[in-house]
């Protein structure tokens, strides 16, 4: 399974991104995929995840309700829709799959299989 993140940038504050993370050599349609990101000097931690079919969803607390993540498992790919971006939002997003499971509830690091190689987004004025 090979990951392949894209989409990340620099924005201002308040700004907007769409984050991409396309699958290949194997399909993902039955598994939750996710994204988790790294600041500056921080450990890498959750920011949400979407079940196999995109009916369930989790999200940091953080980026609730300016974060949508979503999956068109027609195209093995996962989004990450980020809106009114802020300056702690800065970071390394990674994407990641975990073959363990269907279902959203899991925001642990271990339990995913497979991480792409992220995507930088830097917000700033």
């Known amino acids: 399974v090979q990951l392949q993140a894209s989409g990340g940038g620099s924005v201002q504050p308040g700004g907007s991104l769409r984050l991409s993370c396309a699958a290949s050599?194997?399909?993902?349609?039955?598994?939750?995929m996710a994204w988790f990101r790294q600041g500056p000097g921080k450990e890498r931690e959750f920011v949400a995840a979407?079940?196999?079919?995109?009916?369930?969803?989790d999200y940091a607390d953080s980026v609730k309700g300016r974060f949508t993540i979503s999956r068109d498992n027609a195209k093995n790919t996962m989004y990450l829709q980020m809106n009114n971006l802020k300056p702690e939002d800065t970071a390394v997003y990674y994407c990641?799959?975990?073959?363990?499971?269907?279902?959203?509830?899991?925001?642990?690091?271990?339990?995913?299989?497979?991480w792409g190689q992220g995507t930088l987004v830097t917000v700033s004025s």
């Open positions: 990641a799959v975990d073959l363990g499971s269907s279902v959203v509830g899991r925001r642990s690091k271990t339990p995913y299989d497979y």
């Open positions: 979407v079940s196999w079919n995109g009916g369930g969803t």
């Open positions: 050599g194997r399909t993902l349609s039955s598994f939750v």
